[in-house]
């Protein structure tokens, strides 16, 4: 299981990266003023990221990965 680590970059705004199970970051959020609006944006990012699709705006993709509504699975 993944986790979500809260933490204070260089500027002393508040950031949150996501690492996967072996600890390697796998993304890193925009900058937040506070910390409500950065566990806000953790909770958000929560909701939607099981059920978003993936929109690939690199070119074309192989038929086989198209979903129709313009996203696509990948992997």
Known sequence: ??????YRDGDAKFRFRILDDNGAIVAVSAEHE????????IN??????????????????PEHLAVGDGGYFLG
């Open 1 to 6: 299981m993944g986790v979500f680590e809260l």
């Open 34 to 41: 506070d910390k409500a609006a950065a566990i806000a944006a």
């Open 44 to 61: 958000t990012a929560r909701d939607c990221a099981a059920t978003s699709r993936v929109l690939d705006l690199c070119g074309a993709q």
